[in-house]
């Protein structure tokens, strides 16, 4: 070896030891940072967040979320959803709009199965107030002129309803988008390992306190009106991922000897009836994964089938009453690896 390379190896050597001393630092340091554990309701369901911080962040994490709640809840009567609904003609801010374009978009590519106008008709069939009334065929049909996300429209800021009558609800996307509004705040900060549960829509990033992917159960769809079975189906080993499930195996009616879900097709103002009984997206932010796994629910499996052709960019795990009647269960190939044994 001549004297120049000797020269440069005895300059590249302290560097080379202080980096490696810096990234021991640096692995040290994240191992003894603690994970928080914050708990809560939010929407009107429970959260449960967990995330690797020395600080406790739950004013902030909650902050983040009452803006979601001014802006989408229909239970907040001064929220921007709530004046639209008087027929204030608010201007909408950024997350308002932003909820509103995806739901437009899952709108179109599911013709029309998910629909944030099919409130009425949720409310009617007594889904949204907990005491059950079948209505007759007119009083559908009186609702169903007001149902459709082509009669309304975000133009600079506003919407406009081709109906006063009409009225948005945004409840099968608002928890899925909280927790992507907590995993952007959780970015911002530099927190890297965290996983947002609110209502069972969940978003994980990183690695969990054992240093391992985040692992996040599957209930099985059991009739259990009163939420107290939480047995698992299966486990999916995940993270980086959002995940969103929906089901009719929580909220329903008996009507005599026919069960009526709490999943409304748009297109009839009926309560679905089909063999899905439980429908669990994965997606790279929570509020598609929650829109996708709604509209799949009014879909049902083989119409769902289709859609997620034209998008290899969702993973869908989907449980279903097969013709003897017994669960089977599909899903989609790319997540056959994420399924723990």
Known sequence: MDDKKKKKL??????LALLIIGSVLIVAQQHAMPYQ???????????????????????????????V???LSPFNKSSIISKINRNENPEVNDMFAEVFNLA???????GGAFDITVAPLVNMWGFGTKQFHRPDRESVDSLMKFVGFNKVVMRNKH??????????????IAKGYGCDVVARFFRSKGIK??????GGEIVTSGNNEKRLPWSIGVTKPTDDSLQASQELQTVLNVTDKAMATSGNYRNFYMDGNRKLAHTIDPHTGYPVQHSLLSSTVLASDCATADAYATAFMVLGIDKAKKVL???PELMAYFIYAGKDGKMQVWFSPSLKDKIAN
Request: hydrophobic share 30%; aromatic share 8%; net charge negative.
């Open 10 to 15: 005895v300059w590249q050597l302290p560097f």
């Open 37 to 67: 554990h914050d708990t809560g309701m939010v929407f009107g369901t429970v959260y449960n967040i967990t995330y690797q911080s020395d600080k406790d962040l739950k004013q902030d994490i909650e902050a983040e979320l009452q803006k």
């Open 69 to 71: 709640d001014n802006s």
């Open 104 to 110: 437009e978009k899952v709108s179109g590519e599911t």
């Open 159 to 172: 919407v406009q309803k081709q109906n006063p009558n009409i009225q948005l609800d945004c409840s099968g």
């Open 193 to 198: 390992n965290f996983m947002i549960e609110i």
């Open 309 to 311: 052709e034209h998008h």
